[in-house]
């Protein structure tokens, strides 16, 4: 009796190790396996098919390189960076602990002396790219986590394989947007190869010859005769431009860059827009919700069906229908209901007779050709729309897509480009009362209690 009882804890002992060791192997296994079943909603822990497709075209070797850190983000950075070597054997995964070996990351320091730790480096041999881990993730304003980690990767492997970093020079001394006036934007130019640089005119002298374009955003006061004369140098050699210009109400009158303007047959008009009920921002009249021509420049957004929001802009209009030389297009459009009120002390606004009718457009495209030349502006009647906490606030708005978009305009070779999204976990969210609070921890208090009280029921009845 007393071998069979031996027997019988040997036999026990050696199923539960067989199982611990199954599930240690198992689990092992699938760790590494080099398939995957991702359950999760939006596919995070696998990369896109845009993302697989492009990598696979991918023939230089390249290097990410992730600065170690000791958090659960890290080991989630780790994860996808490695996808890109199973897809693609040259792109390598290399996980560096700078304090043990700060050499391996000396050359990185002299671009950016913040290197953090998680942040990635991707080296080709000859260039590299730095993503700040910061970059890499975020929350929008209705609590969704923001994930930017393949977006982020894969755009840099981009950037690096067309071996071309176009800058956009923001022009400063105005009161303008600089780099920080619309960091979100800036870090979505830079995924698909822009640089933002801010310009000082009169400390230069010239718009630098390595402009792709430049950019205005919000001057509070007009730029002077002599920035003027060379802007217009600039894009009458071929050079294109950005303008985004908030409605006047400090009597700035911008006559400069009106100028500049009206050389592109546009109009910046002198009011602010409002819209009839329905087609505006929680009924409010200015804050208007215009919806996009249909055109080359704008089909892609209109397919996205994003919606754009832009508080309190200025109309602009076409000022010779017959012109040959600018071919100009209206780009955002108002409703039939709108007006363009001119009375800046009338609040609320009301609608009057003198006041022109709409549709009125707040933002326009426009190709000026020069002889063998050709010059493009993008005009907005407003620069609220890309402000940095306009933009958090209403993630899911296009306003960020129609700027990005009317800097790819100017592009004017093709160029083999891919833009992969950030991936969106929505915030799950679950109501409860005090009742439904008391039952929860009944249940999770009463569940563990049951399987011990089971289990040692089952101990003593094996021990008689």
Known sequence: MKNE??????????????????????????????????????????????????????????????????TPDDSYIERI????????????????????????????????????????????????????????????????????????????????MVDRDSTIYLLTGHGEKDINGIYDIKEDLNDIMFSVVNLNLLAEGKVPDDAYSLAILGPTKDISDKERDIIKEYLENGGNITMAIDVDTTNSNFKNIKEIITGYNLKLEDNFVCEGKGHCAADEPIALLPRLSYNKYTQNIIRNGLTIYMPLARSIDLIDKENKDVEATPILMTSEKSWAETNYEELPPVKDEKDAKGPLAVGAIAIKKNEDKESKLVLFGNSIFI????????????????????????????????????????????TTNSNKKLMLAAGSLSIPLVLMAAGAFVFIKRRD
């Open 5 to 70: 009882r031996v027997i019988y804890r040997v036999a026990n002992w050696v199923i539960m190790v067989s199982v611990i060791a199954i599930m240690i192997l198992l689990n092992y296994f699938i760790r590494d396996a080099s398939w995957r079943i991702d359950l999760t909603e939006t596919k995070t822990d696998t990369l896109t098919k845009e993302t697989i497709d492009y990598i696979k075209t991918v023939d230089k070797d390249m290097t990410i390189i992730i600065l170690k850190q000791d």
């Open 81 to 160: 960076a490695k996808l890109y070597h199973k897809v693609n054997p040259k792109i390598k995964v290399k996980i560096v602990d700078p304090d043990k070996n700060p050499v391996q990351i000396e050359k990185y320091l002299k671009k950016d002396e913040t290197l953090r730790l998680g942040s990635v480096v991707i080296d080709d041999g000859n260039r590299w790219e730095l993503i700040n881990i910061v970059s890499m993730g975020g929350q929008d304003s209705n609590g969704n986590i923001v994930m930017k980690v393949e977006s982020k990767i894969t755009n840099t492997i981009n950037k690096l």
């Open 387 to 430: 402000d940095n906490q306009l933009l958090r606030q209403y993630a899911t708005l296009g306003n960020k897509e129609v700027f990005t978009t009317s800097i790819k305009w100017f592009e004017t070779e093709e160029i083999t480009k891919i833009e992969v999204k950030p991936k969106l976990v929505k915030a799950a969210k679950y």
